[in-house]
């Protein structure tokens, strides 16, 4: 576990919560996202996972079943790619990613399924139903940079070029890399 995620306050099972989880009362609602935490993160560059600043240049993020597709896709036939359509999801430090896709259930297994349904669906999130599937591959990727906007209602994200490209099919496959990277040996600068 990345020593700032180690610090995060925990739940009553005690696991940390991420610093953009919305809590209800004394219970973290972890398949959610807290607005003025997520705005906080993106304004003043600190990692959705663990809330400390992220250094400039590469952020990671990890992604779902289509988009590992269209990234693995473009990097194959050797085309850039860029996430023209804005995510929700913000990004972290590469070794706080890692870990997050081994964590939580839903990124970490193709089969596992989405426990809660998004509060207020719309556009954006009409596809976070409760029992949702992630799909067969997902993959943590490291961007060069990110660009964000803070709406009245959201907070969007959108990614600029891949350095890197770590796909699996369950996140158990990144033990060593997040082994490495807490070593101080992690790459994540190259697309892989």
Not at 17 to 44: H, K
């Amino acid at each position: 576990m990345p020593a700032p995620v180690d610090a995060r306050p925990r739940d009553g099972r005690g696991y940390p919560v991420p610093a953009i989880t919305p809590w209800e009362g004394d219970q973290p609602q972890f398949a959610l996202t807290d607005y003025e935490r997520s705005a906080n993160c993106a304004r003043q560059r600190l990692c959705s996972v663990c809330d400390t600043l992220m250094p400039r240049g590469p952020v990671w993020r990890v992604v779902g079943a289509g988009e590992s597709e269209a990234i693995g896709g473009a990097l194959a036939a050797g085309r850039a790619y860029r996430n023209l359509a804005p995510t929700l999801e913000g990004p972290g430090h590469r070794a706080c990613m890692l870990y997050a896709s081994m964590v939580c259930p839903y990124l970490a297994r193709p089969n596992a399924r989405r426990g809660l349904d998004a509060r207020q669906p719309d556009d954006m999130t009409e596809h976070v139903v409760r029992g949702a599937v992630r799909g067969a591959m997902g993959a943590v990727v490291g961007f060069a940079d990110y660009e964000f906007a803070v709406t009245a209602t959201q907070v969007l994200f959108r990614f600029l070029d891949v350095v890197e490209f770590l796909p699996h099919d369950t996140a158990d496959a990144h033990l060593d890399e997040l082994r490495a990277e807490l070593a101080g040996r992690g790459g994540g600068t190259q697309p892989r």
